[in-house]
């Protein structure tokens, strides 16, 4: 079963923009916490930002002021809005959902893997 699907990848230039989109099952929970991993080819995966079911919000430092993360809890879906792009935002993206803290985005994703839920990924490709 298919809990979470991504969407909204693509390729573009730097300083473009893309809003990534992610739906949720009924099979996840509405008061799981959600957010997006990244994973660079030949690197390991990252958090990027998450967000819990009130609305609080964690991002890491290299997408702090040009990311934002939201949560439509009626529509079951999970957004990323990318601006400013990077060549270093270059990266497979996962959404993710899990019970406990958003700040879980940042900590083990074996764990997250493990307890939570994981989307099959969408590419986002900046270039130069």
């Known amino acids: 079963q298919v809990n979470l699907v991504e969407s909204g990848g693509g390729s573009v230039q730097t300083g473009g923009s893309l809003r990534l989109s992610c739906v949720r099952s009924?099979?996840?929970?509405?008061?799981?916490?959600m957010g997006w991993f990244r994973q660079a080819a030949g690197k390991q995966y990252e958090g990027v930002a998450g967000?819990?079911?009130?609305?609080?919000?964690a991002y890491r430092d290299s997408v702090n002021g040009r990311f934002t993360i939201s949560r439509d809890n009626d529509k079951n879906t999970l957004y990323l809005e990318m601006t400013r792009l990077v060549p270093e935002d270059t990266a497979m993206y996962y959404c993710?959902?899990?019970?406990?803290?958003?700040?879980?985005?940042?900590?083990?994703?074996?764990?997250?893997?493990?307890?939570?839920?994981w989307g099959q990924g969408t590419q986002v490709t900046v270039s130069s």
């Open positions: 993710a959902a899990w019970p406990g803290s958003h700040h879980l985005i940042f900590g083990s994703v074996s764990q997250v893997r493990e307890f939570g839920y």
């Open positions: 009924r099979a996840v929970a509405r008061h799981h916490s």
């Open positions: 967000i819990d079911a009130s609305g609080n919000k």
